[in-house]
């Protein structure tokens, strides 16, 4: 049945709708992830400032769900996404289902009678609530009743406040979720504070920088990578190395006979194994293997997000042509979450590993022919959509591009993740 709301009322705006989203991890106690939250283009509407805001909210959501759909760019998990006061009283929410979205109350809504009998009714058709960078005031109690979930901001939010409305929503049996968690230590004081759930870029920085260095089977499995990187690599060169590690041969049978190659043929050599996957999807294999080993103690997302930025990167080169061999762009990629996979510093790191000059240099001071590339994944994967406008524009991609390949590299990563060798 066609829902009638205020806000379709206007004639629709002619305008291209390149869809902008990108996704961030909602992680639970055990590292696992949990829901997504979606990040929609804000530039929208200062494109074309003639357009309400909640108008275009209303065509980027249903864009996004007819376009791209939740299960692509989230999976199995829940999606988090923000709504208006407008959309909410317009029940926007009920076009998208209830199965898979947590529909979240921002801040700056203001609970009006209209507002909650909107939510009152969203909740009674079985769609679930989230309080986001909630700061407590009486008159937010309605909202409190129908939510299932409470964020807090830790970059804005005081930690006696927090410890306040910790104490204040464990009592009451409201999930919390630790949002903005930027290092470790926030993370840990936010578990033993009790949180439930835990959104922010805490895993992808490194816990402790030391000075030790790395153990040799990392070392090695990195002269593999750097090795396969090149479009014409030493095959025999190839099998020395992989040889001085058992378990990366007999990942590699595992892998060879997953269903993802349906084959149970007998491999005779290393060499033979290389040469049965092809040295495109052999370099997969040793990417993930890699990405794997070195985040061995970190949450599978840290994994996921890297393979996702290297094969980005990847396709971006691809796409403009940035020069015959786009494998230096999948390292840059990868290797730039190296610091959170060993826990060390990028300096220190690289002295084990020498690379190409202009990987060491995007990869030490984000400058060089190849920093645009890392600094736009970066800008996409958090949604700082203006950034990134700059950056397709500077590398010759366009906005509608990107975000194919964007999704594509999600898809890619899911892929191999689902039939991870580990």
Known sequence: MPVHTALSDPPQPQFDTSIYVARQPILDQSGDVFAYELLFRDGITSAFPEIHEDLATQSLLLSSYVDIGFDTIAGDSRVFVNFTNETLTALLPQLFPKEKLVIEILENIDPTPQLLAACVKLKEMGYIFALDDFRYEPRFEPLIDISSFVKLDFLITPRDEIESLVERFNARGIPLLAEKVETQEQYRWAEAAGFNYFQGYYFSKPEVITSTTMGSAKINL???LAEVVNEDYDIEKIEQL??????IFYKLLRYINSAMFQTAREITSIKHAVLLLGKKEFRS???LVLAG???SSKPLELTRLALIRAKYCEQVAATVAAEKDHSVFFLLGLFSFLPAMLDNDMASILDNLPLQPRLNEALLQESGPLADYLQLAK???????????????RIGITDHQSMRRYRDAIGWADSMIAFSPR
């Open 222 to 224: 990195m002269q593999i």
């Open 285 to 287: 294999f040793i990417s």
């Open 293 to 295: 080993e070195m985040a």
């Open 242 to 247: 992989v040889a001085r590690d058992v378990s």
């Open 379 to 393: 800008a996409v994967e958090r949604g700082h959509w203006t950034a990134s406008e700059t950056l397709h524009e």
